[in-house]
């Protein structure tokens, strides 16, 4: 595997200069994402110096350089992890067949599907966290914004290579309009319901990322397992940079969650309002935000019975979460899979055929992931001697995709009416006054070592630099 040319225009390890006809398309489609990244990238990033990680080798050893990289300046590349050789595809009805490594004519329009979905994605993170940089608690929270942004845009560029590299001229076309939709757009949203949400605030920036990137995480899990081999091989190289941003939503929760529980001690109160006063987000709103980031994206997954799900299944296109470690035939005809329905007002669980319910299946790995995290968070509730524990919302809660659509259910799984849900709703979900409050915190700040009054300083720094390095220099 060759190590990443930076003196190529795009970087790669792709042998670029191999392919002139994909090489001119690229170079074609580079200045447009540039003017994308100029007009909706990050805010208060284009005279920054910034203390970046930048990919300089798929290996899995030393695949990371860090050092000040002007933002404009990044080097977006091609990155793929090394090809194994002889893999066979591990699963469906072409299970022990070599491999992919040009696109199957039959599953051309699955496959294409898929790529765009993941693709649209990487860009309306990007925008929705474009404004988060004006309000930074600190030079390294800003750091880490600006890694996971510029990380973002380099799985845009994975997505994209594919699309060039197998589609030709519709991959081309589709490689255009993910530059063209916007997050959040009436006429032209992104594809995905949690890319057009708002990440208006800060605690917003780390419940995403702790669990919508974790959405990223299972999803690219499962394209990793892919019998197209291409596909396989770079969501393998995007999973080494997901695991960072998962860390700035986990630890960045906690460290709000430590404040709060500091300032509780000091003050020996639970209330809100005299927390709210003392300038912390107390935990019943940190709470709420739970509820909605989980909620939203555990809509992600899509619906509980899919017959496209299987479909990708049975053709070798998308596996589950590690499939190769499982151990049953891999074809999974005659299985079955206990999904939620509701009958007579209540939940109930219902058997259906388990490739229709891939979609769940990977949602329930997705849950149980995310409940490590919050188990986590508790920690440093009880180490603080305090009673309150957060608590992920119930499968069922506050959902817009698949049977529970529709159906209002409480945080604890009881299913209740249209009145009971808005008398109740307010204590579930973040209020307009909860996100107003939380907005009023927000504020630049810009002295190395110096953090918000709301968030708890970092336990280390960025590759074993002091909490107080200059992670980020304003021209
Ligand atoms: N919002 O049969 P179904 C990441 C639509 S995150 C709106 O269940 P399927 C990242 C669906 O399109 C990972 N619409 O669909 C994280 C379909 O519409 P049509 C992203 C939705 O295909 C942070 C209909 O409902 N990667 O990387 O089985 C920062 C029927 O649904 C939604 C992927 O998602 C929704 N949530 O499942 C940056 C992997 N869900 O055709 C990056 C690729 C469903 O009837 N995508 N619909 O008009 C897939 O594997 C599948 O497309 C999905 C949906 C699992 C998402």
């Known amino acids: 595997m060759p190590a990443i040319d930076y003196a190529e225009k795009i970087p790669n390890n792709v042998g670029l200069d191999q392919d ?39 290996e899995a050893q030393g695949w990371a350089n860090f050092d000040y990289v002007r933002m404009p300046d990044y080097r977006w590349g091609i990155f793929l992890a090394p090809r194994e050789e002889d ?27 898929i790529i ?8 309306a993170s990007v925008e929705q966290q474009r404004h988060l940089g004006l309000t930074a608690p600190s030079l390294y929270d800003l750091r880490n914004l600006f890694q996971v942004n510029v990380e973002e845009g380099r799985h845009l560029w994975a997505m994209v ?45 780390f419940m995403f990322t702790y669990f919508t990137d974790r959405d990223g995480k299972f999803q690219l899990c499962a ?22 941003h998962m860390f700035v939503g986990e630890s960045g929760v906690s460290r709000v969650v430590q404040r709060t529980c500091d300032a509780m001690r000091q003050l020996r109160t639970d209330d809100p309002q005299k927390l709210r006063t003392a300038g912390v987000i107390d935990l019943p709103t940190i709470q709420r935000y739970v509820n909605f980031h989980y909620s939203v994206t555990v809509d992600l997954f899509g619906a509980d019975e899919s017959s496209n799900a299987a479909t990708f299944y049975n053709t070798g296109l998308k596996g589950r979460f590690e499939e190769t470690k499982r151990p049953d035939d891999h074809r999974l005809r005659g299985a079955s899979y206990k999904i939620l329905a509701v009958q007579d007002g209540r939940l109930v669980e219902k058997e259906v055929p388990m490739l229709n ?3 769940e299946v990977l949602r329930d790995d997705f849950i149980r992931d995310s409940i490590a995290g919050i188990g986590r968070w508790n920690r440093v509730i009880e180490k603080a001697g305090l009673p309150f524990r957060l608590r992920p919302p119930h499968k069922a809660f506050n959902r817009r995709i698949g049977t529970l659509a529709g159906v209002k259910v409480t945080p604890e799984g009881e299913v209740v009416g249209d009145a009971e849900w808005g008398a109740r709703e307010r204590a579930w979900l973040p209020t307009p006054d909860d996100r107003g409050f939380v907005a009023s915190l927000m504020g630049p700040v810009a002295s190395p070592g110096q953090f918000a009054n709301w968030i708890a300083p970092p336990p280390i720094g960025i590759n074993r630099h002091p909490i107080d390095f200059e992670y980020v220099r304003f021209a």
């Open 20 to 58: 002139q006809t994909l090489q001119r398309a690229l170079e074609h489609w580079q200045p447009s994402y540039l003017s994308w990244w100029n007009d909706m990238g990050p805010e208060r990033s284009q005279t920054s110096d910034v203390y970046l990680r930048t990919a300089v080798s798929a």
């Open 161 to 205: 290579y594919l699309l060039h590299k197998f589609f030709g001229r519709d991959g081309r076309e589709e490689a255009e309009a993910l530059l063209e939709r916007r997050s959040g757009d009436q006429n032209n949203p992104r594809i995905l319901g949690a890319f057009n949400e708002k990440t208006p605030d800060w605690l917003s920036f």
């Open 357 to 359: 319910a891939l979609n």
């Open 87 to 113: 893999r066979q595809i591990g699963f469906g009805e072409h299970r022990g067949e070599p491999a992919w490594q040009e696109v199957p004519g039959e599953h051309r329009a699955n496959l294409r599907r």
């Open 116 to 123: 765009v979905t993941q693709g649209d994605t990487e860009p």
């Open 223 to 244: 394209l990793a397992e892919s019998g197209f081999d291409p596909l396989a091989r770079t969501t393998k190289f995007m999973l080494t940079e997901e695991a960072h």
